[in-house]
């Protein structure tokens, strides 16, 4: 039975800070093209224009975490026939399972 592709449900923080660099450097970027900032004769529009040009530079980062996260459908060296072993393999796989493995909540008995 084939599984089930959950959507969006994998490396949701990645996806959130990504949207959130996005939005936040356009309407600096925007802001600073657009709106007259002058304080005490100097001018902050390029300020905000390189601080929002940053803003989704840093989202880069976050889009390729989220897109990462979720490939699905690639097959492990074990499946292939070779040995999983070294220390980044482990720390790999147990990096991506805390990542990915949902939180829950146990109720207080």
Same mark, same amino acid.
Request: proline content about 3%.
């Given at each position: $039975? ?12 990645? @996806?959130?800070?990504?949207?959130? $660099?996005?939005?936040?450097? =356009?309407?600096? $970027? ?8 002058? &304080? ?6 390029? @300020? ?7 803003? =989704? ?13 979720? &490939? ?38």
């Amino acid at each position: $039975m084939a599984p089930k592709y959950e959507g969006l449900s994998h490396c949701k923080l990645a @996806l959130v800070f990504a949207v959130l $660099m996005d939005l936040l450097g =356009v309407i600096s $970027m925007l802001l600073g093209v657009f709106a007259q900032l002058e &304080i005490q004769g100097r001018d902050f529009g390029d @300020l905000l224009v390189y601080t929002g040009a940053l803003l =989704v530079l840093f989202s880069v980062g976050g889009w390729v975490l989220w897109y990462s996260g979720n &490939i699905e459908g690639l097959t492990s060296k074990k499946e292939l026939g070779g040995t999983v072993g070294g220390a980044v393999d482990r720390l790999a796989r147990s990096l991506s399972r805390r990542i990915r493995l949902p939180r829950t909540r146990s109720s207080p008995t």
